[in-house]
């Protein structure tokens, strides 16, 4: 599916943006089935993530007057979202980034409204699902023309190869980076626009954050996170099962249980 140099480019900068990944078809459906999952079931509109973060990202004024759509496992609603899941372009690429066997995490929309969509911190995933290795990858499918102004991804190349770093975290908080030492405007990144069809796919290591959307029109990306089977999440037993959805290849059965009737 990738080239060699999108696969060292992966490796060595953390990321890499695959264009027209999916066909201006299949983003036409998958549009379709989003808007109406956000209408059938909840449009909930929040500013976003919460946290003292927004004092160093938004002017006083806009602190609380961002919005936002998020809506988990879309394929719980649409046997379209189901199938994205085993997209051969997509799960040929992350085949190529991670080897032959990949395991299903989570799938998350990140809707941003036009005006004033919501903006995200710098951080890394790694802290919102803790695992125990680097083959992780967070794949951000684009449903929306996503111009710099609409609040695309940006990212810091190589950070991936720190592995994780100490987050704020707290009940007050989603997780997200000291802005003392992690802020744009202390660190350079790289703004990656992208086109519907276009897929990023990034380490779960990798430092990103994305502006406002201050566009008329919506910025709608949906990020679907694979791993490879034998990672797992930190903190649980390896008896314990980790049964999410195989998308290419198999699992090996190590020390997980089968799940079965008795
Ligand atoms: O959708 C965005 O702009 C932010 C993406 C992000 O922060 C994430 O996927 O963790």
Redesign the pocket.
């Known amino acids: 599916m990738l080239t060699r140099s999108q696969v060292d480019a992966y490796h060595r900068e953390g990321y890499v943006k695959v264009e027209h990944l999916l066909s201006s078809s299949e983003v036409e459906e998958l549009n379709e089935d989003m808007q109406w999952i956000i209408d059938e079931w909840w449009g909930e509109d929040s500013i976003g993530w919460r946290g003292p973060w927004r004092e160093a990202y938004l002017e006083e004024d806009e602190q609380l007057a961002t919005r936002a759509v998020f809506i988990s496992n879309p394929h719980m609603y649409s046997a379209t979202w189901s199938r994205i899941l085993f997209h051969p372009g997509i799960v040929g690429a992350l085949q190529d980034l991670i080897g032959p066997n990949i395991q299903w995490h989570h799938t ?1 929309l ?1 809707g ?1 409204p036009p005006e004033i969509g919501t ?2 911190p710098m ?1 890394q ?1 790694y802290p ?1 699902y803790p695992h125990d290795g680097p083959d992780f990858v ?1 794949c ?1 499918i684009h449903l929306d023309e996503t111009p710099l102004e609409s ?3 940006c990212v810091v190349p190589g950070s991936h190869k720190q592995g994780p770093i100490a987050h704020i975290t707290g009940e007050h908080t989603r997780p997200y980076l000291p802005p003392e030492t992690y802020h744009p405007d202390k660190i350079d990144t790289v703004p990656i626009p992208a086109q519907p069809g276009d897929v990023i796919f990034f380490s779960y290591y990798t430092i ?3 502006d406002v959307n201050r566009t008329d029109q919506w ?1 709608k ?1 949906v ?1 679907i996170g694979y791993h490879t089977p034998e990672t797992r999440p930190v903190g649980k037993a390896s008896e314990e099962p980790n049964n999410n959805l195989i998308v290419a290849g198999t699992k090996a059965h190590r020390h997980e249980p089968k799940l079965t009737y008795r």
């Open positions: 998350v990140h941003k903006p995200f951080h995933d919102f967070d951000l609040g695309a991804l990103h954050w994305s910025r990306s990020r």
